[in-house]
């Protein structure tokens, strides 16, 4: 194929992408390429006062009464970010730090969550997985994105 035939290809099917039909018709189907704003919300990640971010091991859960999404991640590591969830905080911490995939990382794992309603979790939680890519995954929802402002330095 020539070089012409190419280009001429590549123009066909940017116009047939462009096409106001042809978006309305994936709009339906998938939802990619939806023309709603995607949803940002502004909100506060849990960490300590003076000592920084909790440690997963050594937290206490008693006082952790939230619902909402957290972060699990390695400090000083590349490829930081081990896992990413959402529910009540306190009994997922505390089931993740029996659960092998994540206790073979190590006693120095971090955490931080923060609330969110539950409509708009799955979106959070999608979100933070295309930000991070941890390396301990779950099946996430193919929800829409809802952005958050990121956890600082992991």
Same mark, same amino acid.
């Given at each position: 194929?020539?070089?012409?035939?190419?280009?001429?290809?590549?123009?066909?099917?940017?116009?047939?992408?462009?096409?106001?039909?042809?978006?309305?018709?994936?709009?339906?189907?998938?939802?990619?390429?939806?023309?709603?704003?995607?949803?940002?919300?502004?909100?506060? %990640?849990?960490?300590?006062?003076?000592?920084?971010?909790?440690?997963?091991?050594?937290?206490?859960?008693?006082?952790?009464?939230?619902?909402?999404?957290?972060?699990? %991640?390695?400090?000083?590591?590349?490829?930081?970010?081990?896992?990413?969830?959402?529910?009540?905080?306190?009994?997922?911490?505390?089931?993740?730090?029996?659960?092998?995939?994540?206790?073979?990382?190590?006693?120095?794992?971090?955490?931080?969550?923060?609330?969110?309603?539950?409509?708009?979790?799955?979106?959070?939680?999608?979100?933070?997985?295309?930000?991070?890519?941890?390396?301990?995954?779950?099946?996430?929802?193919?929800?829409?994105?809802?952005?958050?402002?990121?956890?600082?330095?992991?």
């Amino acid at each position: 194929m020539s070089v012409a035939e190419n280009a001429r290809i590549f123009s066909a099917l940017q116009l047939f992408a462009s096409s106001p039909k042809v978006n309305r018709r994936y709009q339906s189907q998938s939802g990619i390429f939806s023309t709603k704003k995607p949803l940002k919300l502004s909100v506060k %990640w849990a960490k300590y006062k003076k000592q920084g971010w909790c440690k997963l091991n050594t937290l206490n859960l008693e006082h952790v009464k939230t619902s909402g999404v957290f972060v699990i %991640w390695k400090p000083q590591d590349k490829y930081n970010v081990i896992r990413i969830g959402q529910g009540h905080i306190a009994s997922e911490l505390q089931k993740l730090r029996n659960d092998t995939s994540i206790v073979r990382f190590g006693s120095d794992l971090l955490v931080t969550w923060c609330s969110i309603q539950t409509q708009f979790r799955d979106g959070v939680e999608r979100y933070l997985y295309e930000q991070y890519s941890p390396i301990s995954v779950k099946q996430i929802a193919n929800a829409r994105l809802v952005y958050v402002n990121l956890p600082g330095k992991i």
